[in-house]
């Protein structure tokens, strides 16, 4: 069976959907969902003419962070909108240093400025060593995940950056919705990327590829002949994330369409958030935070130095 759309050899089947779909008009699928949904996601920020002047992309060398920014700079270029890219440093041995090194290459290629902040500029230590010093009660991911998300904020606020783009695919984002409508935590829903305002010190983040699944956005990479980062973060395994990555590809492979049924319905839920979920700041470092006192990072940051 050719290409749904011209015979051709098709490269992709989509169960969801029922397409099978050639090189040419998968590449153009995926090029017009990213710029679909990034379009949509600035709607609420700018008049129908206007659009940001400059926006960074969260990139680790991975996949999907290297399809954003390969997409991003696509976009970019024909709006006349400055990107810069934004990498972290954990300090994970034998992971982190080939990963950041195809993440530079990647930005030298496209001609896109990169800025890098490691763990031990933002606390003091890198992920190695807190977590040999201070094992946390939950996942190693717990810990890095704040620490991440408050790195690549100051790296955004510092680059004067509009808005923050993060690599997120489908699955990313399903799984993200499935783990907090099982913590029936509302809050949390709200305060999920994409952001639909600003708020004082945070970024705006935007998920253009949130509705592209993980295999497509891998498929898409190979295609293009984009270097990335094939290796798995050595905590990986211990993520709780795990546990409903396995839940959701069961869903989806017993009713395709799964994934895209719990986005949009999260989108559905947020639209019907009538009332404006409230935000602290942080005594501590004047960041805004979803609960009274010290924000996470902070609390965090004062145990590592006991």
Known sequence: ????????????????????????????????????????????????????????????????????????????????????????????????????????????????EIMVKSYEELVGSNLDQILEEHPPEATPCSTCGVLRRRALNLLANESKSDFLILGHNLDDCAQTILMNHSRGDISRFYRMAPHRRRQDSMVPRLLPLR???????????????????????????????????????ELENNQPGTRFALTNGFDRIRDNIVEEQEVYTCPSCDEITGTEGMCRFCVMAESFSV
């Open 1 to 112: 069976m050719g290409c749904t759309k011209c015979e051709e050899n098709p490269v992709v089947f989509r169960r969801y959907s029922g397409q099978n779909l050639c090189k040419s008009h998968f590449f153009s699928s995926i090029e017009q969902s990213f710029s679909k949904e990034l379009r949509s996601q600035l709607k609420p920020f700018f008049d129908r003419e206007d659009h940001p002047k400059r926006v960074s992309v969260g990139v680790s060398g991975g996949k999907d962070s290297t399809v954003a920014l390969f997409l991003l700079s696509k976009w970019a270029s024909a709006m006349n909108v400055e990107v810069i890219a934004l990498s972290v440093n954990e300090g994970i041995s034998g992971y982190r240093d080939e990963s950041l090194e195809i993440a530079v290459k990647n930005c030298e290629n496209l001609g896109v």
């Open 211 to 249: 509705r592209i699944p993980e295999r497509e956005v891998y498929l898409y990479a190979l295609l293009k002949e984009i270097p990335f980062h094939e290796g798995d973060c050595p905590h990986a395994k211990a993520a709780q994330r795990n546990v409903f990555r396995d839940i959701l590809l």
